[in-house]
Nanobody, 125 residues
Framework: QVQLEESGGGLVQAGGSLRLSCAGS????????MAWFRQAPGQEREFVAA????????YHADSVKGRFTISRDTAKNTVYLQMNSLKPEDTAVYYC??????????????????WGQGTQVTVSS
């Protein structure tokens, strides 16, 4: 049984930084990828960044490129999202996701079968 648990959300001022963590268990697939998505009130869940577990290839959405960085610690089965230069428009619930369809990095939420409960990030102006 796959379980994903996010942590690290909170309230921060614009220009500040936060690091989100997602601890995974039960990920026994031969290959898989993990990603971060976010969802603001009244909006669709949108892709933020993804990482291939084997090899560590990454992809970031244009809206966060240069400010956010996804990384992983294979020994801890944990994926991180380092968020710098935060803006009020980054305010959302951030979700960790995993997929065993890992031949490429997917940006569609429909490609991810496993999800965490989410962690709130609020950026004040």
């Amino acid at each position: 049984q796959v379980q994903l648990e996010e942590s690290g959300g909170g309230l921060v001022q614009a220009g500040g930084s936060l690091r989100l963590s997602c601890a995974g268990s039960g990920l026994t697939f031969r290959s898989y990828a993990m990603a971060w998505f976010r969802q603001a009130p009244g909006q669709e869940r949108e892709f933020v960044a993804a990482i291939m577990w084997g090899g560590g290839a990454t992809y970031h959405a244009d809206s966060v490129k240069g400010r956010f960085t996804i990384s992983r610690d294979t020994a801890k089965n944990t994926v991180y999202l380092q968020m710098n230069s935060l803006k009020p428009e980054d305010t959302a619930v951030y979700y960790c996701a995993a997929t065993n369809y890992a031949e490429v990095l997917h940006t569609s939420k429909d490609s991810y079968a496993y999800w965490g409960q989410g962690t709130q990030v609020t950026v004040s102006s």
